[in-house]
Structure formats: structure tokens, C-alpha cells
């Protein structure tokens, strides 16, 4: 019998199970089912972007940012908000021509080792050994991330035209003043954003109509970013938590937590992951 591969989403049937299915429709069905899971699975780690099975909170987060300007996401540690954020940033640089997109991290140390991983991973893997062109320039190392802290996707055909889509990683050490003249169609800021640089960020967001995306741990409490997104907002979806009975936050059923708030600026909104 196929040994089966572990995937957290996927079901894993039991022995009995498949058995039981073999029973009723043949062994050659089943192994066909069985190894379907597999190249699933398999698809799903060499090309995540294409493959990648779309959990619905993801869906959730995309579909706000449809609605909203600026989405913050808040969750703990290992909670996927960089593996959410890496697989927008790479959807709109795939679906609009020319995009322009900027991320930013806490140093230029910390983009490349928790940013730029996560994006390359997102990556198309027709992308991932693309030859350097003109306009295309795709090069990443583990040790020093994307070449020139940038990668430009190549021209689409159908739209030859616009440029080839770009997106840059920052860190907030660098001067402010690399935002003048920058015209963003999305601005994924990570963990603590200084106040300074999200109103700034702002402005380079609206000649395109661009979207801002803050991911963010608050392991120090209400920031001034952080704050201006919660306070006063109301909570509009709530989630059981299996560890809660009683009551948790005002507004939210015994036994819940927050999922998703509306900002008092309704460009904005909050999701917990």
C-alpha cells in the first residue's frame, strides 16, 4: 500500500478507510485517489504559488483588502501572516502588469532572513530560473537574499506595453526619504512600523490606488500604528476558541475571539489570524 504523506490540510484516510473504498470501487481507483493526494502534495511544495491549497482565512484577508485600503493583521508567532503576505504580494506582481510593490522589515537583517525567503518561496516556479533579460532579473541567494534588495518579473505579453512588474525590501533603518517620488500599488509593512513611515507610506499609495498591508505581532502592546487601526473599531466577526468558555472581549459571545474588526475609517479594517 502507498505510505501516505502528512499535509495539514489534506485528509489522511485511515487504513479501514481505504479498504473500505478499495472494497467498493477497485484498487486501481484507489491507488489512483492515493496517489492523486500525493502529487498534490508534492506540486504543493515545489510550486506553492500554483498549487498552494487557499486556506479560507487567507481568502478572507484578500477579499478585505478588495474592500479596504489598508488591512492589519494581527496574530502571534507562527500564525502564517508573512506566509499570507508573500502570497499576495506575489499575486498582484502576477496579475498586474507593472506593479510596483514595497516591502519593508525591521532591519535589512531580518528582511532577509524572514521577508525574502518567504517570497521566494511564493515565487511561480517558471519564474524561479528565469534568464536574466532586459527588463527580468530574478536572483536570490539564502545568504544574501534577492540581488540589490529588488527582482523584476518579466514584461506580459498581453500587456507589452507596461514595465515588468517590481517589487523592492527596505528596512524602517533606512532614510524616509527613499519613499519620495515612489508610487506603490502595495506596501506590505512588517511587525513594528513606525508612525512616521505608515503616514508617509500613505501617500505613495493613492496616484495608483494602491493597497497597504500591515502584518504585526504587538509583543510590546498598543503601538501608535497598531492603535490607530483598533481603537474604537468594532468587531464584526467573531471565531469559537476551543481554550475559552467564558467571556473574552465586550461585543464577542462567551467562548470567542475577535476575527475581524471594522475600523472607525472605513478604508481600514483588522483581522486576527
Known amino acids: ?13 485511515s487504513e479501514k478507510e481505504i479498504l473500505r473504498f478499495e472494497e467498493s470501487h477497485g484498487r486501481d481507483a484507489t491507488v489512483e485517489l492515493l496517489m492523486g493526494r500525493e502529487e498534490k502534495i508534492r506540486l504543493e511544495k515545489s510550486d506553492p504559488f500554483n498549487h498552494r491549497n487557499v486556506l479560507p482565512h487567507w481568502q478572507k484577508a484578500s477579499d478585505l483588502l478588495g474592500k479596504h485600503d489598508q488591512l492589519l493583521i494581527s496574530g502571534g508567532n507562527r500564525s502564517g501572516k508573512t506566509a499570507f503576505a508573500s502570497w499576495y504580494v506575489t499575486k498582484l506582481l502576477d496579475e498586474i502588469p507593472g506593479a510596483r510593490i514595497a516591502c519593508f522589515s525591521m532591519t535589512h537583517q531580518s528582511s532577509i532572513r524572514d521577508q525574502q525567503p518567504s517570497v521566494y518561496e511564493m515565487l511561480p516556479q517558471r519564474y524561479k530560473k528565469i534568464k536574466r533579460g532586459v527588463v527580468q532579473n530574478i536572483k536570490y541567494t539564502q545568504k ?130
Open 144 to 273: 544574501n537574499g534577492f540581488s540589490d534588495g529588488t527582482f523584476v518579473f518579466p514584461i506580459k505579453l498581453e500587456e507589452p506595453e507596461e514595465p515588468g512588474s517590481q517589487c523592492w525590501f527596505n528596512a524602517y533603518q533606512q532614510p524616509m526619504d527613499i519613499l519620495e517620488g515612489f508610487e506603490a500599488d502595495l506596501i506590505w509593512f512588517d511587525e513594528l512600523v513606525p508612525f512616521s513611515w505608515y503616514e508617509t507610506a500613505a501617500f505613495r499609495l493613492v496616484t495608483r490606488k494602491g493597497k497597504m498591508l500591515i502584518t504585526a505581532t504587538p509583543i510590546t502592546g498598543y503601538t501608535p500604528v497598531y492603535g490607530s487601526f483598533v481603537n474604537g473599531a468594532q468587531v464584526t466577526e467573531s471565531k469559537p476558541a476551543s481554550l475559552i468558555d467564558g467571556p473574552t472581549v465586550q461585543g464577542v459571545k462567551n467562548g470567542e475571539m475577535p476575527y475581524v474588526m471594522e475600523c472607525i475609517d472605513p478604508k481600514r479594517a483588522v483581522m486576527f489570524f
Open 1 to 13: 500500500m502507498i505510505k501516505l504523506t502528512d499535509h495539514p490540510t489534506l485528509y489522511k484516510p
